[in-house]
C-alpha cells in the first residue's frame, strides 16, 4: 500500500514574486501604497505647474491690458497738445503726474513707469531718485541691460514683454519680473509695468505642499 504524503505548495518560479510573497504583510501594504500612490502624486504636481502657468499668464494679461490704459493717459494729454490747449512740457508734467498716481492689484509693487528711448528714466514713482537718469548701463543680476531692452522692443515691435529681475519693495533682494511696454513715438517714451514672479512661485509651493500633505494622509491612513 502506498503512502500518500502531503507536499508544501510550490512558490511562483519568479523570483520577484518570491520575494514579494517572503516580505512581512506591512511591507507589501508600503509597496502597494506607494505604487498608487505616486501616479496621484504626479497627476498633482501635473496640475499644480498647469495652475502656475496658467496664473502667470493671466497676470501677464492683465499687465497688458493695465499698460494700455495708462498709454490712452499719455495720448490724452498729447492730444491737449495737438489741440493747443497745452505746451508739450505741460501735457507731459500731466501725463506723468497722472501715471504716477495709477496702481493696480495689491500693495504698492504693481506701478507703471516711463523712460524715453535713450534710454533716460522719465519718471518713475516708487525709485524717484532715478528721474532723470540715464539708464543706459543699469543691468540686472543676471548681465541684461533692462532699460536699453525696453527701448529695443519697444522701438522694434511697438509693445511686447520682457522678463528680467529688478528690486521688489519689501524683499531684500532682486526678484524674478515680466514686464510689458508699450511705445508712445510722439514724445519717444516707453511706458511699462510689470508682475513679479515669486507670489506665483509661493502658491506654487503652496499648492505642492497641500498635495504633499494629502499623499501622506493617504499612506498613513493604509498603513493603520
Known amino acids: 500500500m502506498t503512502t500518500s504524503r502531503t507536499s508544501s505548495p510550490k512558490l511562483p518560479w519568479n523570483p520577484g514574486v518570491r520575494l514579494f510573497m517572503q516580505v512581512p504583510f506591512t511591507v507589501k501594504a508600503l509597496l502597494v501604497t506607494v505604487l498608487l500612490v505616486l501616479p ?51 501735457a507731459q508734467t500731466a501725463a506723468k503726474g497722472a501715471i504716477a498716481r495709477m496702481r493696480y ?27 532723470g537718469k540715464d539708464m543706459s548701463d543699469f543691468k540686472d543680476p543676471n548681465g541684461l541691460a533692462v532699460f536699453r531692452r525696453f527701448a529695443e522692443v519697444a522701438a522694434s515691435q511697438g509693445e511686447g514683454f520682457v522678463p528680467y529681475q529688478w528690486p521688489k519693495p519689501g524683499a531684500d533682494k532682486p526678484q524674478d519680473k515680466v514686464s510689458y511696454v508699450m511705445a508712445f513715438a510722439p514724445w519717444g517714451w516707453v511706458i511699462g509695468s510689470g508682475v513679479y514672479a515669486d507670489d506665483l512661485r509661493a502658491q506654487f509651493l503652496s499648492s505642492l505642499w497641500r498635495a504633499a500633505a494629502v499623499v501622506v494622509m493617504a499612506l498613513a491612513i493604509n498603513l493603520l
Do not use: C, T
Request: glycine residues 6%; charged residues 30%.
Open 40 to 90: 496621484l502624486l504626479g497627476l498633482l504636481v501635473w496640475q499644480a505647474q498647469g495652475q502656475y502657468r496658467a496664473a502667470m499668464e493671466d497676470h501677464q494679461d492683465a499687465v497688458r491690458d493695465h499698460v494700455r490704459v495708462a498709454h490712452k493717459v499719455i495720448e490724452w494729454a498729447h492730444e491737449r497738445e495737438r489741440k493747443g490747449e497745452l505746451s508739450r512740457e505741460q
Open 105 to 131: 492689484g495689491n500693495g504698492n509693487a504693481e506701478y507703471f513707469w516711463i523712460n524715453d528711448q535713450k534710454p533716460v528714466m522719465v519718471m518713475h514713482p516708487v525709485k524717484p531718485e532715478l528721474d
